[in-house]
Structure formats: structure tokens, C-alpha cells
């Protein structure tokens, strides 16, 4: 079927009302950018999920990272985009002046300064899902080798998988999902096929272009219509069906998994990513963060990121909450539903 007839079949749609999660947020902001919502029947509704690292980052994780920075001889390296993330005491740009912070471009900078200034400690705000993890797998390698001692990974290291659980557990009228094109990359496609058939719903791996998410709509609505819950990889030119063993084997040898706090969500159980072994050396404190503040009544950031609510249904959206002034991370980063619903607004 080509592109104008699965459009057609979409626009068309007029089965019982679906509900079928983006998990990405760049699967989010091309929706957005492509009008997809005006291609396909208002019978089939898109909803936002819990892909984005930075978004699910609880207040006691930057609480942690300030608490670093301030240490005497520690300097903490970040991407710009944890900057305005919100803790209890701020953020990092809002205490700039009494931290030791610095925005770096890649993890692997911090061998090279670790190297020149053997007397202080540095810290790297490690936060991401499965895509990133193995670029902190292969950094702390590096250290290893090369006899560097002074660093310390803070890790908001998750797993998507025990969410997507969290959420089929929990949130009884999701259909379908859009499965994350870059964590698949590295997992494949068959850690999705024990919930499809579990909860009888479908998890298709899509792109990015529009083509790609049409199809997978499709691709979703045919399954549902045919009682069927599988998984499919729709995205074949990056993602393989078995992923990438060799990072999957990189993040097996320094990390293990144990419970994490995702904002709005609470504690899931194994969906945290923390050093082993011999690796554990490295810890900057991530173990300890097991305990959040309680979000305002106002602050509706965990109905968002299983998708109760779009983010403009939020109180604070675009009243208290913005990127120039974000309450919540998921108006922070690029790939957040609540930046990218505001950034599109009109």
C-alpha cells in the first residue's frame, strides 16, 4: 500500500477511539513539525511518553550534582540542556556563580582534564537512556587504562523497557506504541515481544520522517483491528532486529540494575543503571538518590509523561512554566512533550 492510501485508510479511521503512545521525543517534535495529527482520523489520538531522559530526572538528582559542584576542588561537567533543569535548591545556570560547573560537548573531554589537574575531582552528569549508556560504558574503559582516578560519574542512567512496563501495568486505555527508533538501535527489537504479547498491544519501531510514523500508525491500527499485539521493526536501515551486542555487552560489563525515581512516576523497579565491580570506584553518589521532593498540586509533569494529560492541559503550561522560567524538566530539554507543545503552541 503506498503512502496516499495508508493516509487515506487513517484519515478515514472509524473504529472505536485509540490512544497510541509516541515514546520518543523526537518522534514527538516530527508529529508536530509534519502536521501528522491533521493526516489521521481524530478517532486515533497520539500521546506523549516517558522518552526523554532529562525529563524524567527527579529534583534530587540535580540537588546531587549542585551538591558536587560545590565541593572544594570538584568541578562538575554537564550537557546544556541539565542547566535549567529545576531541584529543590535551583538549578545549575541559577547558582552558577558559587559552582564549579562547565558545559561539555562530549564525555571523553574529561579525561584529558582529569589528566591536568590530577588534584581535583571531576563529576559528569551522566543522564540518559540505553542510546547514551554506552558512551559512559566506554569512557570509564578509557579511565581504567589509562590509570585516571578522578572521576566520578552522578548517573540518572534509565531503562526505557521497565517503564513501557510501568505504563501497560498502569495505564489500562494506551493501545499501541511507537517504539523509540535510537534506544532500539541498541536493544532490538525483540526486547519488546514479552509485553506485546503480554498485554496484547502492538510496539512498532518507526523513524523519523513522516513516511516512517504514518506507517506505523498503520501499522499499529491493523494490528488492533486484528485483535493482535506484536512487535515489528519498521525502521530496518538503523535498527536491527538482535540491536548492537557488542554496546549491549559494554553496558552489562559496568553497569547493573537496581530501582531509579523517574519525576512524577515514584520508584520503578530495575529500570536504574548503576556501576559495578570494579567500576563502582567511579560512583559519584548515584545510589543514594532515593528520595524525591513532592511535586506542587499545580505541577502536573507525571500526568504528562505517561500521557493522562497533553501538556497544554497542565495549569502551569505557559503560566509558571516556560523555557525561559521552566518548572518542570519536561519544558527544558529539546526533546521534551511540554518544550516542544510550547514551541508549537500556535
Known amino acids: 500500500m503506498d503512502i496516499k492510501k495508508i493516509i487515506e485508510y487513517l484519515k478515514g479511521y472509524d473504529g472505536r477511539p485509540l490512544k497510541l503512545m509516541e515514546v520518543c521525543g523526537t518522534h514527538t517534535s516530527a508529529i508536530f513539525k509534519n502536521g501528522i495529527r491533521d493526516m489521521i482520523s481524530p478517532k ?31 568541578k562538575l561537567l554537564t550537557f546544556g540542556d541539565m542547566m535549567k533543569v529545576p531541584g529543590s535548591l535551583g538549578n545549575l545556570s541559577e547558582n552558577r556563580s558559587e559552582l564549579e560547573v562547565e558545559v561539555m560537548y562530549s564525555p571523553f573531554e574529561v579525561i584529558e582534564k582529569a589528566k591536568a589537574e590530577p588534584h581535583k ?6 543522564v540518559g537512556f540505553e542510546t547514551t549508556v554506552p558512551v559512559y560504558a566506554l569512557l570509564l574503559r578509557k579511565a581504567r587504562e589509562e590509570g585516571v582516578e578522578n572521576i566520578r560519574l552522578i548517573t540518572a ?13 498502569n495505564e489500562n486505555d494506551v493501545d499501541g506504541f511507537i517504539c523509540p527508533g535510537h534506544v532500539s538501535v541498541i536493544t ?3 526486547v519488546y515481544d514479552e509485553m506485546a504479547e503480554k498485554y496484547n498491544k502492538p510496539f512498532v519501531v518507526s523513524g523519523f520522517e513522516a ?15 486484528r485483535g493482535a499485539g506484536a512487535s515489528e521493526n519498521l525502521y530496518r536501515n538503523a535498527v536491527r532486529d ?23 512516576l515514584g520508584e520503578i523497579e530495575g529500570s536504574g543503571l548503576y556501576l559495578r565491580g570494579e567500576y563502582a570506584a567511579y560512583d559519584g ?8 521532593m513532592d511535586l506542587p498540586e499545580k505541577c502536573r509533569c507525571g500526568d504528562v509523561i505517561v500521557g493522562r494529560i497533553d501538556p497544554d492541559q497542565c495549569p502551569m503550561f505557559d503560566g509558571g512554566c516556560d523555557p525561559m522560567s521552566p518548572y518542570g524538566p519536561c519544558m527544558v530539554s529539546t526533546e521534551g512533550s511540554c518544550g516542544i507543545w510550547y514551541r508549537n503552541r500556535h
Not at 54 to 72: E, H, L, M, R
Not at 214 to 221: C, K, W
Not at 246 to 263: N, S
Request: proline letters at 6%; hydrophobic letters at 45%; aromatic letters at 8%.
Open 44 to 74: 486515533i489520538s497520539l500521546i506523549s511518553g516517558p522518552g526523554c531522559p532529562v525529563c524524567v530526572t527527579p529534583t534530587a538528582y540535580i540537588d546531587a550534582c549542585i551538591a558536587f559542584a560545590s565541593g572544594g576542588d570538584q
Open 242 to 264: 538482535e540491536g548492537n551486542p557488542k554496546a549491549m555487552a559494554a553496558i552489562d560489563e559496568v553497569f547493573e540494575r537496581g530501582p531509579a525515581l523517574w519525576r512524577g
Open 121 to 126: 575531582l571531576f563529576g559528569i552528569a551522566a
Open 285 to 292: 553518589g548515584s545510589r543514594d538518590l532515593t528520595e524525591d
Open 211 to 225: 513516511e516512517h510514523i504514518l506507517v506505523a500508525i498503520y501499522r499499529i491500527v491493523r494490528q488492533i483491528e
Open 188 to 190: 532490538g527489537i525483540h
Open 157 to 169: 542512567l534509565k531503562t526505557v523497557l521497565p517503564a513501557l512496563e510501568w505504563i501497560c501495568e
